[in-house]
């Protein structure tokens, strides 16, 4: 089965700091999903990416994966005490996409962002 | 829309009751899944379903049992609540390559 690692598992940043978060995978990427869980609450989507090389940006936030190393990074720049939470990885299955809800998780980043 | 919507919000059972948690989805959505969320272990697949009639197991089937009888409604169902199953549930629905999740249910078994 496939398995999602990432890095750091906590992370304490002060207002305006860039950060990066890392996911690793023990397969190839097919899909990758990043998501955002703020405490008590579902989690919001943030996006997804497919294609090795392939970066996105969202506000702030910029996601890339790196299919050969089964990896992706995602990172923010210049951050705010909106953007702490957990983060979380997902992997979708052989095929692509969520078509059968079946993500992989990795074990969520917790975020603080110190004013 | 709705979104994907789940009841309770909290619950709290003796260890040997039984209970259903709600999970609705208003997006038509054909896609519909189970997780349960535990400290440091991220969120991890119980039951899902790919149309009304069908369900398969994910990683952590053990205790649960589920059924989809319409693309709204996905139940779950504890069958002997055991204090290994005090966790925070989430339910999601799925359309290509979107995934909606619910605003969680947190259950605790004492």
């Known amino acids: 089965s496939q398995e999602l690692e990432q890095s750091p598992q906590s992370l304490i940043v002060q207002e305006g700091k860039n950060l990066t978060i890392n996911c690793t995978s023990s397969?190839?990427?097919?899909?990758l999903y990043w998501y955002k869980q703020k405490y008590g609450e579902g989690l919001i989507f943030l996006m997804m990416?497919?294609?090795?090389?392939e970066e996105k940006s969202h506000e702030k936030i910029t996601a890339k994966l790196d299919e050969k190393k089964q990896q992706s990074s995602l990172h923010i720049t210049a951050s705010q005490p909106s953007h702490a939470g957990i983060y979380l990885c997902?992997?979708?299955?052989?095929?692509?996409?969520?078509?059968?809800?079946?993500?992989?998780f990795g074990q969520g980043t917790i975020l603080t962002v110190h004013p | 829309n709705a979104g994907v919507t789940q009841t309770p919000k909290f619950q709290v059972l003796k260890t040997g009751q039984s209970m259903t948690l709600q999970c609705a989805q208003d997006m038509n959505h054909e896609y519909m899944s189970w997780y349960r969320q535990d400290p440091g272990m991220g969120l991890r697949l119980i039951h899902y379903s790919v149309g009304a009639g069908i369900t398969d197991q994910g990683e952590v089937p053990n205790g649960y049992n589920v059924s989809r009888s319409t693309t709204e409604d996905f139940p779950l169902r504890l069958l002997s609540a055991a204090p290994s199953q005090t966790s925070v549930y989430f339910c999601?629905?799925?359309?290509?390559?979107?995934?909606?999740f619910g605003p969680g249910t947190r259950l605790t078994v004492t």
């Open positions: 997902g992997a979708a299955p052989r095929g692509g996409g969520t078509s059968y809800g079946k993500l992989t």
């Open positions: 999601a629905s799925s359309f290509s390559n979107e995934q909606y």
């Open positions: 397969k190839t990427l097919y899909g």
């Open positions: 990416l497919q294609k090795g090389g």
